[in-house]
Every structure is written in structure tokens, then in C-alpha cells.
């Protein structure tokens, strides 16, 4: 990669990251198009109804297209694509760092960064193999492919000296291990235990889940248990909660404007597909939900 491509390289991922977060709230916007955002248990009912659409309303060419449109689905376990892909990127990240850099030291901080994004894409693979139980269940591929975008573009989000020119200059924002302040390494230490824990939460949450849909073998179909204990007592999706946090700490580790604004996607996309999950469960557990009249999607008391 030449100098003028590394230059513009953070610019472009700024744009990158903007539009996702532009596209989620358009998602939002307009309900019609909120099959892009479903997955699973979301996606499986919301595929049944559009097909019903498209077969049995031949007069309306909108509803047509919307329902050509949502079955464009793949495999959920595909997930697992999108986790090999962040491991592999963060892995080739790590060896362009190495090549680019005059200087043989790399910034500590960025390591980390790309070293905890590596585990959280390992631990994330793990229990697509182990704990989640797919079955049939599919996602739409715009999500998909955006997964896979999302999964690939981030190592470099994390690296932001790749960005820099060939004198080696670092960014001012962006807070090195080597010669941090006592602020900013503490800062930096409660983000990286912040992340542990998140990851570990997030971890026993999607067990939650995986324990909460039983399989009735036979007919195949599918009965759902409502989520109880620890933060599903408050929101609907704390594994997105956790998720949220992770990044969040990725922010704190750098502190520069290119996390930031990766930050403001993830929390973008997780709100509104949170917001979708706390409808699904609106419209299958009315009477649990009469007794949870302040459950939030993914933020407690707020959202």
C-alpha cells in the first residue's frame, strides 16, 4: 500500500463507518425496510409474512418487491464467516503494522487493541460452534455482508498509525502505552478490565438465550422461553449492552476520532435491532411484558 492510500486510509473508514450508521437509522425510519435488521427468531417470521405478501397480493408491486427483497436470506450459522474474517484481518493487520513501521516498536496500545479484538472474534466463533444452536435459522444477507464489511474494515479502525506516513509520526490523540500519563494508563486498565468483563457477561447472556429455545423434535418447531436474571431483568438485549461496552472500551484504549465514530456505528446498528428484538418479545410475551412496563431494548432504564 503506498503512502497516499495510507494517508487517505482513516478518511475513508470515517465515511465507511458514517454511512453504516446513516443506513441504521434509515433502517429505523422506515419499518418496510426493517427485514435487513432481523435475524434468527426475527427473521424467520418476518420472511413467512413477506412471502405471504408477495404470493398473495399480485395487484401490489411495492409489497412484490418487498417480499423478493426479505427472502434474499443465508444460513445464520454463516455468523461464524464474519468472526474468521475479524481473526484473520487482525492477524494480517498485525503483520502490515510490522512491515510499514521504520521504527521496530510498535505502539503498545494499538497491540492491545487489536489483541482483545482478536479474542473477542475467537470467543465469539467458539460459541457460534458450541453454545448457539442455529438449526434452520437464517439472517437477511444485506446483514450479511455488512457483518462481513464491519468484521474486515475494523483491525484497521483499531490501527490507526496505519494511516500515518512513512517518518513514523504518531497521532496526538492517540494515547501510548510507552509514555501515557498515570491518567491515561489508568484509563486504559479499566478499559481492559471493563472489557473482561463485558466479554464474560455477554458470554453467560447468549447461553441465556441458547437455554431459552427449545427444539420439539418431531415437528421441528420452535418454543421460546422468556429471559430472566441479571440484566434481562432491565433490557431486552444485554448481550448487545455488552457488546456495546467492548467497544466502548476499544474507545477508551485509543481515544481517537476513527474509534469514535466506529463507537457511534455499533451503537447505531445495536439500538435498532435491539428496539426490533423488544418488539418480537412485545408481541410474544404480552403478559410477561404488562409486568415490565419500563424494559428498555439494550440500555437500562434509558433505551
Same mark, same amino acid.
Given at each position: 500500500?503506498?503512502?497516499?492510500?495510507?494517508?487517505?486510509?482513516?478518511?475513508?473508514?470515517? /465515511?465507511?463507518?458514517?454511512?453504516?450508521?446513516?443506513?441504521?437509522?434509515?433502517?429505523?425510519?422506515?419499518?418496510?425496510?426493517?427485514?435487513?435488521?432481523?435475524?434468527?427468531k426475527l427473521n424467520d417470521s418476518v420472511s413467512t409474512q413477506h412471502r405471504h405478501i +408477495?404470493?398473495?397480493?399480485? #395487484?401490489?408491486?411495492?409489497?412484490?418487491?418487498?417480499?423478493?427483497?426479505?427472502?434474499?436470506?443465508?444460513?445464520?450459522?454463516?455468523?461464524?464467516?464474519?468472526?474468521?474474517?475479524?481473526?484473520?484481518?487482525?492477524?494480517? #493487520?498485525?503483520?502490515?503494522?510490522?512491515?510499514?513501521?521504520?521504527?521496530?516498536?510498535?505502539?503498545?496500545?494499538?497491540?492491545?487493541?487489536?489483541?482483545?479484538?482478536?479474542?473477542?472474534?475467537?470467543?465469539?466463533? /467458539?460459541?457460534?460452534?458450541?453454545v448457539i444452536e442455529f438449526g434452520e435459522s437464517r439472517m437477511h444477507t444485506s446483514g450479511? /455482508?455488512?457483518?462481513?464489511?464491519?468484521?474486515?474494515?475494523?483491525?484497521?479502525?483499531?490501527?490507526?498509525?496505519?494511516?500515518?506516513?512513512?517518518?513514523?509520526?504518531?497521532?496526538?490523540?492517540?494515547?501510548?502505552?510507552?509514555?501515557?500519563?498515570?491518567?491515561? +494508563? #489508568?484509563?486504559?486498565?479499566?478499559?481492559?478490565?471493563?472489557?473482561?468483563?463485558? +466479554?464474560?457477561?455477554?458470554?453467560?447472556?447468549?447461553?441465556?438465550?441458547?437455554?431459552?429455545?427449545?427444539?420439539?423434535?418431531?415437528?421441528?418447531?420452535?418454543?421460546?422461553?422468556?429471559?430472566?436474571?441479571?440484566?434481562?431483568?432491565?433490557?431486552?438485549?444485554?448481550?448487545? #449492552?455488552?457488546?456495546?461496552?467492548?467497544?466502548?472500551?476499544?474507545?477508551?484504549?485509543?481515544?481517537?476520532?476513527?474509534?469514535?465514530?466506529l463507537l457511534i456505528w455499533v451503537i447505531s446498528n445495536l439500538s435498532v435491532v435491539a428496539?426490533?428484538?423488544?418488539?418480537?418479545?412485545?408481541?410474544?410475551?404480552?403478559?410477561?411484558?404488562?409486568?415490565?412496563?419500563?424494559?428498555?431494548?439494550?440500555?437500562?432504564?434509558?433505551?
Amino acid at each position: 500500500m503506498n503512502l497516499i492510500s495510507r494517508q487517505d486510509l482513516g478518511h475513508r473508514l470515517h /465515511l465507511v463507518w458514517c454511512a453504516l450508521a446513516a443506513a441504521s437509522w434509515l433502517v429505523k425510519l422506515f419499518p418496510q425496510l426493517d427485514f435487513v435488521s432481523k435475524h434468527g427468531k426475527l427473521n424467520d417470521s418476518v420472511s413467512t409474512q413477506h412471502r405471504h405478501i +408477495s404470493c398473495g397480493d399480485n #395487484t401490489s408491486a411495492g409489497a412484490s418487491v418487498a417480499g423478493a427483497l426479505a427472502a434474499l436470506t443465508v444460513p445464520k450459522y454463516w455468523f461464524t464467516h464474519l468472526y474468521i474474517t475479524g481473526i484473520a484481518t487482525t492477524l494480517i #493487520t498485525l503483520l502490515q503494522r510490522r512491515v510499514w513501521s521504520r521504527d521496530e516498536s510498535i505502539v503498545a496500545t494499538e497491540t492491545v487493541c487489536l489483541g482483545l479484538f482478536a479474542l473477542h472474534c475467537t470467543r465469539r466463533l /467458539l460459541e457460534c460452534w458450541y453454545v448457539i444452536e442455529f438449526g434452520e435459522s437464517r439472517m437477511h444477507t444485506s446483514g450479511y /455482508l455488512v457483518g462481513l464489511l464491519h468484521y474486515l474494515l475494523v483491525p484497521m479502525s483499531l490501527s490507526p498509525s496505519l494511516s500515518l506516513s512513512v517518518s513514523g509520526a504518531r497521532t496526538p490523540s492517540v494515547h501510548t502505552f510507552e509514555h501515557s500519563t498515570m491518567q491515561a +494508563s #489508568t484509563t486504559q486498565i479499566a478499559a481492559i478490565l471493563i472489557f473482561f468483563v463485558a +466479554s464474560y457477561f455477554q458470554h453467560m447472556y447468549h447461553r441465556v438465550l441458547s437455554s431459552s429455545t427449545i427444539k420439539h423434535t418431531g415437528s421441528g418447531k420452535k418454543q421460546y422461553i422468556f429471559p430472566r436474571g441479571g440484566l434481562f431483568n432491565y433490557v431486552s438485549c444485554p448481550h448487545y #449492552t455488552c457488546e456495546i461496552m467492548i467497544y466502548i472500551c476499544f474507545n477508551l484504549l485509543l481515544q481517537e476520532k476513527n474509534t469514535c465514530i466506529l463507537l457511534i456505528w455499533v451503537i447505531s446498528n445495536l439500538s435498532v435491532v435491539a428496539q426490533v428484538n423488544l418488539e418480537w418479545y412485545k408481541r410474544m410475551f404480552p403478559s410477561e411484558m404488562e409486568k415490565k412496563k419500563n424494559w428498555k431494548s439494550c440500555i437500562p432504564f434509558l433505551y
